[in-house]
């Protein structure tokens, strides 16, 4: 769904940090990340592991603890900033369903237990009303028989079905918004079709806006309407999905989609970026890729590159973007399908 | 890849290799003690030899007394403190000091040079580890690293190190020795101003104890830090029978550590190669062994000691060590199935990796398969549940002294101190129980916070959710 | 999967356990270095080899070793437990058991409950207030009291509740604290306590005050171990995903930690909460000796140093008995606090 530009978004973030503090150092987990989200829309954030893609999620849930907290920026729902104090005020207004499925539910308890806590806080049912609800949340998440199941504990489910009945709980909440971090990853590639599927149906019934974070393109490339890529704590580059994909901005959306099985030619070796992602310290003082950017010159070791436009509502935060720089004049848009001179190894 | 020549640090000396300063220290450092070093351990060999019909016990007796001539620094002849006052001055005392203070620079002297010596021993290591070691870095590195930050396992390390220096040092520690005012206190004199009479007079140590007697209330009772009538200094009193408190302490420590160190390292070794062996077989051989262990702890530690202690006094097997090593042997019996337990987990999880099931496809031998790629993971929790049963099994010594069975007395030790000392308690006399009682927590918590630092630092993740509660417990007491 | 099978199985395991046990126990000793029959005798008597042989008859010593173990396992499983032939002389052990045991197990009862009801809380409060100045105050406190030998620990409790104090503040007011009249009076503040009127109130109350301090010292090490326990299972319950979820839902705060924190924290602690009774069964030796509570360690403690031993190895196989009926309430309670168990077995 498309939103027009000057429609309130649902979730603004601005320039939000997080850090955590160790006894042997500060790690800066999220830097100054800014992202939008419009009601009915699917944004995506993707990133390698330890690119603070998860703690974002948390962040906005008002789930972080010590010895990490948020130190700047600020998380606004419908206008109200939610780091000043207010996650109680929007409890259910957001909800969120994490990786591991195993752990989301409380093994004491029995799936039903969980949700009909949910509806009691939010709906307010009680008794039959919100055992017959809970079944009813059952059957739309597509557990089968779900009258049996829903007088069952957690482990008595298989992976795929305790995952959709976390997204029953979260929906028992009636949120307008959906955080998913990495909700797939830890299930088969056929269930991950499956939960993908209900998402999409889901959303479309509940009109539910969907923020989904995940290390993998493909399902990026099917699931979101826009995404956000994130590099050590900072959002490198905005777009619409198909327009990420076919003309990446930034260096790294471009090594990873060529990191992608089957988008290079299968006589070469697959390409990976050299190197890891590094763990920020301290505030960026320099570009953060640069040590893995094949195209980095010797600005991008001395200053962090600042958001620029680079066409329709996209921007990507990289020094060859920016009006004056030499490089600019050669490319400013990076051909995704192309293999970059210099080999197989970025 | 010696890099001898270009260490990082310079050197005092004309030479170029800290190798060289550290082993010149230490030859310094070994022949000002060598003869204590020594003496301890034909010491303790000996006490265990002598019951037995082996033919060794007579040469060992005889080295023993060769060992004792070898000149020591810190040695009763040096610094003595048993002097006495003869009207106008110290006689026979470390520079003439009141007998209090010399002993005072005994003691301290002594843990001076152990802290010293330790402090080498790490120097070395980090000399080691710094210049001679071909790898940068191993996985132990930070282990210790992780160790040396670790304030509460610095603590117990640095209240074990105490105790042990206090075992070994046992005989030079004491401002007298068992021998001569316990063993044969009637043929020993000593040398005192009576101040009645304004002279030098001498009797019998054994006199000069039923004297001294802290008995509740008694004006004769000598407290922590005193002097008695004779001019002997107590640093922690008398017991009710006139002797030494500090003395029958000290010697007790001994005893506990060397039946301590000798019943964990007969259960680790039992456990572990249990564990390795069920780990490896698992199946069948686990569920024998599970059943073994279920049935010895079924019958409760402490009451089987009893049982044991009781069935077994009167044997040969008793009369070594004053009882203390059949004691070894009983702890090591019943109290390998806690380790056991605590070490199946760790054993059961290195079973399941690959390299196991590597080594088995090319045919190595199982035992060897057990020695080189199972045993050195679970040595890390051998040393964690090792020092936590250490602990506990200084309380159940200490228990069963209490009530009068294991440690034969005379012997000291310090459960039978805080029996002779518990109708006192609310008296005058109030130190012969109290203190005994708070050095078995203070050591017992050292050991606890050694075997924390330990797992810390080896799994800085895991939790101490697992068996271990019984094993820091020794056994019921 | 069938809880009842699962207790089944474990009840049918303890059979085994019980009964290698008491072969043990009849090895050592029956077999061991010791002749049971000569320990029995008096000095004088040893030599006469009249009354030798008479008190080998009756100990069934003449026969051959095997028909004298299958005897006695037959009459130890029966309960025909004989008599004493020191202790007590010519009683009947059972009836000597049934005199002294109850007074354990209300030693026991009370430790355990003392132990349990603080240890855990101290534990849970540590856990949730992590890492600040009440968490280390009661960690310290718990290690340093598991540290104390338990025997000397009783001989000093006996000590200052032996004296009376008053606290006084000028002429104000003065509080007298003298442990045998608080409460129900104690004609001494040592010695086995009234077990005849617990029906009543004032004889329930004045033989619980009897046992506390003992209970106090016995339950005083495992309540250093159930705090540490308590303490870290909290703190590993904290950090887990259903906890973030169930806030995100907007469970309140209390019904967090009580409802789902608590309660998961709760399952590790139910084997050392059992596993701790044992050690109350051994160390009750001790305190029972302290403080002169005629119960079963005692007897136990003063038939060994007699040289009553065929009531020695009765007594083992009584303790035996109870280690293993403990472990049985264990799993019992563990199937109905954690409906995973019964799945993988053990």
Redesign the interface.
């Given at each position: 769904m498309s939103v027009g530009p000057d429609e309130e978004p649902l979730l603004a973030v601005r320039d939000l940090e997080v850090v955590f503090h160790t006894?042997r150092e500060e790690i800066h987990a999220v830097d100054g990340v800014s992202f939008d989200i419009h009601e009915g829309e699917t944004v995506g954030l993707v990133g390698e592991s330890g690119s603070g893609k998860s703690v974002t999620a948390?962040s906005i849930?008002g789930?972080v603890?010590s010895p990490g907290s948020i130190e700047g920026g600020k998380v606004g729902f419908r206008g109200d900033d939610l780091t000043d104090d207010n996650w109680?005020r929007h409890?259910?207004d957001?909800?969120?369903v994490?990786q591991?499925p195993s752990?989301?539910?409380?093994?004491?308890y029995t799936v039903g237990n969980?949700i009909k806590?949910?509806l009691r806080?939010?709906q307010g049912l009680r008794g039959n009303e919100a055992t017959d609800a809970a079944v009813g949340l059952l059957e739309d998440v597509g557990i089968p028989d779900p009258r049996r199941r829903v007088e069952e504990?957690p482990?008595q489910l298989s992976g795929g079905m305790q995952q959709r009945a976390?997204i029953a709980?979260a929906l028992?909440?009636d949120p307008d918004l959906l955080v998913c971090d990495e909700p797939t990853t830890a299930l088969d590639v056929t269930i991950q079709a499956q939960i993908l599927d209900l998402l999409a149906d889901l959303q479309r019934e509940e009109d539910l806006a969907i923020l989904f974070i995940t290390h993998d393109m493909g399902v990026i490339e099917d699931a979101t309407d826009r995404v956000n890529v994130i590099y050590a704590g900072e959002i490198v580059e905005r777009a619409p999905t198909g327009t990420l994909f076919s003309e990446p901005a930034h260096p790294y959306t471009e090594a990873l989609l060529r990191s992608i099985p089957g988008r290079t030619n299968a006589a070469e070796r697959l390409p990976t970026i050299e190197g890891e992602v590094p763990t920020p310290t301290g505030r960026a003082e320099d570009c953060r890729f640069a040590p893995r950017c094949p195209y980095a010159f010797a600005e991008c070791h001395e200053m962090p590159p600042e958001h620029v436009d680079v066409g329709a509502e996209r921007s990507a935060a990289c020094l060859l973007h920016e009006d004056g720089s030499e490089e600019a004049a050669e490319r400013t848009v990076f051909d995704g399908s192309e293999a970059v001179s210099g080999g197989d190894s970025a | 890849m010696a890099r001898a020549h270009e260490t990082t640090s310079g050197t005092l000396l004309p030479t170029n290799s800290p190798a060289a300063v550290w082993a010149a220290i230490g030859a310094v450092l070994f022949a000002a003690q060598g003869g204590a070093f020594f003496g301890f351990v034909v010491g303790v060999l000996g006490d265990l030899l002598t019951v037995t019909p082996l033919p060794g016990a007579a040469f060992v007796t005889a080295v023993e007394a060769a060992v004792e001539q070898i000149p020591t620094l810190l040695s009763r002849d040096v610094i003595p403190n048993d002097g006495y006052w003869n009207g106008s001055r110290w006689v026979g005392t470390f520079l003439g000091l009141p007998p209090g203070l010399a002993w005072g620079i005994r003691a301290a002297l002594v843990y001076l040079y152990a802290f010293v010596f330790a402090g080498w021993v790490i120097l070395g290591y980090r000399l080691y580890r710094r210049e001679y070691r071909t790898a940068d870095w191993t996985p132990r590195d930070d282990m210790v690293d992780r160790f040396r930050g670790h304030k509460w396992g610095i603590f117990g390390l640095v209240v074990v190190f105490m105790f042990v220096v206090m075992a070994v040092f046992a005989p030079v520690l004491g401002p007298t020795t068992v021998d001569e005012n316990m063993r044969n206190s009637y043929s020993n004199e000593i040398t005192y101003w009576d101040s009645d009479a304004e002279a030098v007079q001498t009797t019998l140590v054994g006199e000069a104890n039923l004297a001294s007697q802290s008995r509740g209330d008694n004006p004769e009772r000598v407290l922590p830090m005193e002097y008695d009538d004779f001019g002997r200094f107590h640093p922690f009193g008398t017991l009710p029978s006139g002797q030494d408190l500090f003395t029958f302490i000290v010697s007790g420590s001994r005893l506990s550590l060397v039946i301590g160190l000798l019943s964990v390292g007969l259960s680790a070794g039992i456990a572990a190669s249990l564990a390795l062996v069920a780990a490896y077989y698992k199946g069948r051989t686990d569920l024998g062994l599970v059943l073994a262990s279920d049935s010895v702890m079924a019958m409760p530690q402490l009451l089987l000691l009893i049982m044991l202690t009781t069935v077994l006094s009167g044997t040969w097997l008793a009369e070594i060590y004053s009882g203390g090593f059949v004691l070894a042997l009983i702890f090591a019996g019943t109290g390998w199935t806690y380790m056991w337990r605590s070490l199946r987990g760790p054993a059961l999880q290195v079973a399941e990796r690959q390299w196991i099931d590597a080594a088995q496809s090319f045919g190595q031998r199982p035992l060897t398969i057990m020695r080189k790629h199972m045993l050195p993971y679970i040595t890390g929790y051998l040393l964690i549940y090792g020092s936590m049963t250490l602990g506990g099994a200084i309380i159940s010594i200490a228990g069963l002294s209490y009530l009068g069975l294991g440690i034969a007395p005379p012997t000291p030790e310090w459960g039978r101190a805080i029996n002779l000392g518990q109708d006192y308690v609310a008296t005058g006399s109030w130190h012969i129980s109290l203190i005994p009682g708070l050095l078995i927590t203070l050591v017992v918590t050292g050991f606890n916070a050694l075997g924390d630092g330990v797992r810390d630092a080896i799994d800085p993740q895991s939790d101490a959710t697992t068996e271990d509660g019984a094993a820091g417990r020794g056994g019921g007491a | 999967m069938n809880k009842l099978k699962y207790l089944g199985k474990r009840l049918l395991m303890s059979v085994p356990v019980v009964w290698l046990g008491a072969s043990m126990t009849w090895f050592i000793i029956f077999m061991g270095p010791v002749d049971p029959a000569s320990r029995l005798l008096s000095e004088g008597q040893t030599r006469n080899p009249a009354a030798y042989e008479a008190a080998q008859i009756q100990l069934g010593l003449n026969q051959p070793p095997l028909q004298h173990y299958l005897d006695w396992m037959s009459n130890l499983a029966v309960f025909d437990l004989g008599q004493t032939w020191l202790l007590y002389q010519g009683s009947n052990v059972n009836a000597l058991i049934l005199d002294f045991l109850p007074r354990t197990l209300w030693l026991g009862f009370w430790s355990v409950l003392i132990a349990v009801f603080v240890g855990v809380p101290l534990g849970f409060y540590a856990g949730m207030r992590s890492n600040t100045a009440s968490d280390y105050v009661a960690s310290m406190g718990g290690i340093v009291w598991r540290a104390m030998p338990n025997f000397w620990l009783a001989i000093m409790l006996l000590t200052v509740l032996g004296s009376a104090y008053t606290l006084a503040a000028g002429d104000f007011f003065a509080l007298n604290f003298d442990w045998q009249t608080i409460g129900p009076n104690l004609d001494s503040i040592s010695g086995s306590p009234d077990l005849s009127r617990l029906d009543t109130v004032d004889g329930f109350l004045a033989a619980t005050k009897k046992v506390l301090p003992a209970a106090i010292v016995l339950g005083s090490a495992s309540m250093g171990n159930e705090m540490r326990i308590g303490r870290t299972a909290v703190l590993e319950v904290r950090n887990e995903d259903y906890i973030d979820l169930a806030k995100a839902k907007g469970v309140s705060k209390r019904a967090l930690v009580w409802k789902h924190i608590l309660r998961n924290a709760l399952v590790p602690l139910v084997p050392i909460i059992t596993s701790e009774a044992f050690l109350l069964i051994g160390g009750s030796v001790l305190v029972e000796t302290v403080f002169g509570i005629n119960g079963i360690g005692n007897l136990f403690y003063q038939a060994a140093i007699q040289g009553d031993l065929p009531l020695v190895g009765t007594l083992m196989y009584v303790f035996i008995l109870m280690i293993v009926g403990i472990n049985l309430i264990q799993d019992l309670l563990y199937t109905l606090i954690d409906p995973r168990v019964g799945l993988e077995g053990s």
């Open positions: 006894e948390r849930l789930l603890d109680e409890r259910g957001i909800a969120i994490f591991d752990n989301s539910l409380n093994p004491v969980q806590e949910a806080i939010h504990y482990h976390v709980m028992a909440c | - | -």
